[in-house]
């Protein structure tokens, strides 16, 4: 568990419109990476392009090549849907299946694979996966509950239960906590720092403080103007990118004094 | 909390005391007077429906059971119709249902954009096509056409009941019937799946997705448990067209009045509805009480269907996804 991701020459496009362009980056394993940037400057799309989650769309695509731990993710014959296992995500806004119970949605990703559990072995699992989302505790006792009762901090720890269920290499979190009050928030930030042990992290977050809380690294996107490619401009460690980053656009965006 | 407590009578040029009546506009009263109005239209017509059943219905159940037609009784006059009402129905519903989630499936979540669109409005299409057509090519086309599979099944599974035999020469049987009517429900159950499934939001979509679901694993996850109350109501308004048909069944179905789950012989149980419209011109006296009295009996019959419905969508609210 916890393998290294490296982007090459990674174009992505929407039918012909180029979203993202030429991004070189280099994910350590076991890490946490923050990816920060304007809106619409491609960090969630480039995201999504690392479990191929971003091909749901109709004419999306990518050029160049994403590498897990030195495998082409693209490459000829590579299955998508086996990437998204091996790949887990977290949204933006908690989704826990509403007709299943917190039980079922924990092992909602188990059941895809088709693996025959027995009872104590899946039982073991949901429990496992809870303790690893911090959330045990609090669904213990209702478990046959529908997790859609929870509340919305709950639901999103409830989802990342059910990402890392199945045991990813990677996790993906895409501004986990922008629908979420502080506290919930910063639950799910203790949890990452707890996660970063045995997964490779990469969360997308609009709040800067947030991204120098939680990651050793950050990432910084930005585009020239509307219509414009977005590009990865600068990355390095999170420390060195908030005080004394080598752009000038990197600068003025932590700094605040952006546009 | 106000200091003003100042004793006595008010004041005699004092503003009039504000009225306790919340403030309406116009334009809501008669929005409201107009919605409230027709909410007890339907039900005065509703009323109205059952009281003329009951009131017509009421000397054929007391009469003697020599005087009721066939002379056994009411009981032994609409059993066999109640039986061939739910019996095409049935056939109907099973043969459809599947169908038209596929179908709506299709359109959804598989056909192209350029392919989905006409064919979700050639659907819409089918369901405003009268019923006396599809009685005609049922009579027409499918009943003769029909004769050598159901030979076939005869021979190969003739030891199903189902499918025992004789086989009908002109093909107006039960299975006839039953497919024609599928053929009738299927667009009503396939714009209601279709709808529901359109709805289904791309977030849960998404999450079966990314935990590594194919495309048919994510439909049997988020897609069917989402949109299962839409199935079943499409399906109970597919059924109640079944079951209150008239026209399409007593054009096609030869009828002996026997009960039997035969589908494939010329003897076969009419409808209610069918039996209503075939026998209403000659009757009079009681035998017109003894066929209102059917009707009543199948007005029931939709009644607790409906209420079946309702209570299965009502049995897993709290995981419909609603709250």
């Not at chain 1, 590498?67 to 296992?85: I, K, M, N, Q, S």
């Not at chain 1, 006792?141 to 720890?157: A, T, Y």
């Not at chain 2, 369901?127 to 049922?138: E, R």
Request: hydrophobic share 45%; charged share 15%; net charge neutral.
């Amino acid at each position: 568990m916890g393998k290294a991701i490296e982007a090459i020459d990674l174009d992505i496009y929407y039918g012909s419109f180029l979203a993202v362009q030429g991004v070189n980056m280099t994910i350590r394993p076991k890490t946490v990476t923050a990816l920060i940037g304007p809106s619409g400057c491609g960090k969630s799309t480039y995201l999504r392009s690392i479990n191929r989650m971003h091909e749901v769309i109709p004419g999306a695509r990518v050029e160049g090549s994403i590498e897990l731990d030195g495998t082409d993710l693209y490459g000829a014959g590579v299955d998508p849907v086996g990437v998204r296992r091996q790949i887990g995500m977290v949204f933006q806004r908690p989704n826990p299946f509403p007709t299943m119970s917190i039980y079922d949605n924990v092992i909602a990703g188990q059941r895809l694979n088709n693996k025959r559990m027995r009872k104590d072995a899946t039982d073991d699992l949901v429990e496992r996966s809870l303790r690893g989302a911090n959330l045990w505790n609090e669904v213990k006792d209702r478990l046959e509950k529908p997790g859609s009762g929870l509340s919305g901090g709950q639901q999103q720890r409830l989802c990342i239960a059910r990402a890392i269920a199945v045991q990813p290499d990677v996790l993906l979190m895409d501004e986990p906590c922008s629908a979420l009050d502080p506290i919930s928030t910063l639950a799910i930030e203790d949890l990452i720092n707890e996660l970063k042990m045995d997964y490779t992290i990469v969360i997308v977050t609009h709040n800067m403080q947030q991204a120098a809380r939680v990651s050793d690294y950050t990432g910084f996107f930005n585009i020239e103007g509307t219509g414009k490619p977005g590009k990865l401009v600068e990355m390095d460690e999170t420390k060195k990118i908030f005080s004394q980053p080598t752009q000038k656009a990197t600068e003025d965006y932590v700094s605040g004094r952006f546009g | 909390m106000s200091t003003d407590t100042s004793p006595g009578p008010a004041p005699a040029k004092a503003p009039a005391p504000p009225s306790t009546r919340p403030v309406v506009q116009p334009g809501d009263r008669i929005f409201a007077g107009s919605a409230t109005g027709a909410g007890i239209l339907i039900l005065v017509v509703l009323a109205g429906v059952a009281a003329f059943l009951l009131i017509e219905a009421a000397p054929a159940f007391v009469a003697p059971a020599a005087d009721i037609p066939g002379g056994n009784g009411i009981v032994a006059y609409i059993w066999p119709l109640v039986f061939g009402t739910l019996l095409a129905a049935v056939i109907a519903l099973l043969i459809a249902t599947p169908l038209a989630v596929c179908v709506a499936l299709f359109i959804t979540h598989f056909a192209p954009r350029r392919i989905a669109q006409p064919l979700g409005y050639l659907i819409d299409l089918l369901a405003a096509v009268p019923s006396i057509v599809y009685g005609l090519w049922g009579v027409a086309v499918l009943a003769p056409a029909s004769v050598e599979l159901m030979t076939w099944l005869q021979d190969y599974l003739g030891w199903i009941p189902l499918f025992a035999g004789p086989v009908s020469a002109t093909g107006r049987t039960m299975l006839v019937v039953g497919v024609t009517l599928a053929v009738m429900i299927l667009p009503i159950i396939t714009a209601v799946s279709r709808e529901v499934f359109l709805q289904t939001p791309k977030l849960h979509e998404e999450a079966a997705l990314a935990l590594g679901a194919t495309r048919w694993e994510m439909i049997k996850m988020a897609v069917l448990p989402f949109g299962r109350s839409g199935i079943i109501s499409g399906a109970m308004l597919g059924l109640g067209r079944a079951l209150g048909e008239t026209m399409a069944v007593a054009i096609i179905l030869s009828v002996s009045g026997a009960v039997t789950f035969n589908l494939i012989s010329s003897g076969n149980p009419s409808t209610i509805a069918a039996n209503i419209a075939l026998q209403f011109p000659e009757s009079t006296g009681i035998e017109v009480n003894t066929l209102i009295a059917s009707g009543l009996v199948l007005f029931l019959i939709t009644l607790a269907v409906n209420s079946l419905a309702r209570f299965i969508i009502n049995r897993r609210r709290e995981f419909s996804g609603a709250n």
